[in-house]
Nanobody, 124 residues
């Protein structure tokens, strides 16, 4: 079965940290750019990071740059999102997906694999 499964979300106070994981099964992440996305209540889904599969580059949205760090563990077919200095406005459902765009715009061509999402809630 082909899956992307996120975990690690939860409730945290402002200024705190969380680490999200995204594990792929049934396919290899080695050949895909992988991104993290989020969708806050009443807002559109936005891309917040995109990691290259070839040169190790990662691109971040201005809203998370300097606070969030995405990483890849190809040996374990997993990507991570370390989130520090969390703010209430970071509250959202967080998703991982393949085929992200380095421009961090939403692709009109579709995404091969999406996870089911994990809720992150930051209290003030």
């Amino acid at each position: 079965q082909v899956l992307l499964v996120e975990s690690g979300g939860g409730l945290v106070q402002a200024g705190g940290s969380l680490r999200l994981s995204c594990v792929a099964s049934g396919f290899s992440l080695d050949y895909y750019p992988v991104g993290w996305f989020r969708q806050a209540p009443g807002k559109e889904r936005e891309a917040i990071s995109c990691s290259s599969f070839s040169d190790g580059s990662t691109y971040y949205s201005d809203s998370v740059k300097g606070r969030f760090t995405a990483s890849r563990d190809n040996a374990n077919n997993t990507v991570y999102l370390q989130m520090n200095s969390l703010k209430p406005e970071d509250t959202a459902v967080y998703y991982c997906a393949t085929d992200c765009l380095y421009s961090l715009t939403m692709s009109t061509g579709g995404y091969t694999y999406w996870g089911q999402g994990t809720q992150v809630t930051v209290s003030s």
